[in-house]
């Protein structure tokens, strides 16, 4: 998650440097503001699934010994 965002601050960096314009730039940074929320709910919902697949393979060994 932390490469992520990381790697996001890098792209809008670049933009800033390539950007002759503050719309552009404005843009830019509205955009990943918006997106900031949406890799958090995904990063939720990656750890949930992850959770549930733990479990389900704690049950299938636990099967598998009896």
């Given at each position: 998650?932390?490469?992520?965002?990381?790697?996001?601050?890098?792209?809008v960096s670049h933009i800033q440097t390539a950007s002759g314009s503050n719309e552009l730039l404005g843009t830019a940074t509205k955009q990943f503001v918006a997106q900031e929320n949406t890799i958090e709910c995904t990063a939720q919902a990656?750890?949930?699934?992850?959770?549930?697949?733990?479990?389900l393979h704690e049950q299938f060994a636990t099967a598998g010994d009896m």
């Open positions: 998650m932390h490469d992520v965002v990381c790697d996001a601050n890098l792209l990656i750890q949930r699934l992850e959770q549930l697949a733990d479990g």
